[in-house]
Antibody, heavy 121, light 107 residues
Framework: QVQLQESGPGLVKPSETLSLSCTVS??????????WNWIRQAPGKGLEWIGY???????NYNPSLKSRVTISVDTSKNQFSLKLSSVTAADTAVYYC?????????????WGQGTLVTVSS | DIQMTQSPSSLSASVGDRVTITCRAS??????LNWYHQKPGKAPKLLIY???SLQSGVPSRFSGSGSGTDFTLTISSLQPEDFATYLC?????????FGQGTKLGIK
């Protein structure tokens, strides 16, 4: 059973960089058949896909956030990470990490529990 | 971006009812359509992938159909644990996008 767990500060100041990590257990970030995703949900709003990374380092970001987002992977720690720069109150959200099966089909089958990040001074 | 539109936005039903939720894509997405449900304070949970494939461990009362732009999720006989928000998601082309959700409440 794959499990994902987000970690990182719950409060970030405006204009600073939000940094989160996702630790994977029961599975490997080095899997050929998986991509590792970040998704967020602002309070009372819908889900927004942020981007993904493969263990090779290949990434794909949502164009709406691309200029501010970096997703990286650390295979030695079985983790992947999210950095979002120049944050504003609009970046306040629950951030989820998730595994996407990426063979012939693509779907988010395992999710972390989510972590609330508040942007405030 | 591909826009995903769900209907209805909310509905009320009773235990044992048959319920259908619709999702429409702004362009053809073949069968790259996934369904999740989400309970308050929890992460979404995958129910159906590739339009009609039941995720392992998900009860058989859930089923999905559709291709192209129009898709449906059906719950054949509602159980108390099914009251949640239902979300569709296209995985045809990044940026992957979600529907706005259908909140299923108890009548």
């Amino acid at each position: 059973q794959v499990q994902l767990q987000e970690s990182g500060p719950g409060l970030v100041k405006p204009s600073e960089t939000l940094s989160l990590s996702c630790t994977v257990s029961g599975g490997s970030v080095s899997s050929d058949s998986s991509s590792w995703n970040w998704i967020r949900q602002a309070p009372g709003k819908g889900l927004e896909w942020i981007g993904y990374i493969y263990y090779t380092g290949t990434t794909n970001y949502n164009p709406s956030l691309k200029s501010r987002v970096t997703i990286s992977v650390d295979t030695s720690k079985n983790q992947f990470s999210l950095k979002l720069s120049s944050v504003t109150a609009a970046d306040t959200a629950v951030y989820y990490c998730a595994r996407q099966m990426a063979t012939m089909l693509y779907y988010l089958d395992y999710w972390g529990q989510g972590t609330l990040v508040t942007v405030s001074s | 971006d591909i826009q995903m539109t769900q209907s209805p936005s909310s509905l009320s039903a009773s235990v044992g009812d048959r319920v259908t939720i619709t999702c429409r894509a702004s362009q053809s997405i073949s069968n790259y359509l996934n369904w999740y449900h989400q309970k308050p304070g929890k992460a979404p949970k995958l129910l159906i992938y590739a339009s009609s494939s039941l995720q392992s461990g998900v009860p058989s009362r859930f089923s999905g159909s559709g291709s192209g732009t129009d898709f449906t999720l059906t719950i054949s006989s509602l159980q108390p644990e099914d009251f949640a928000t239902y979300l569709c998601q296209q995985s045809y082309s990044p940026p992957y996008t979600f529907g706005q959700g259908t909140k299923l409440g108890i009548k």
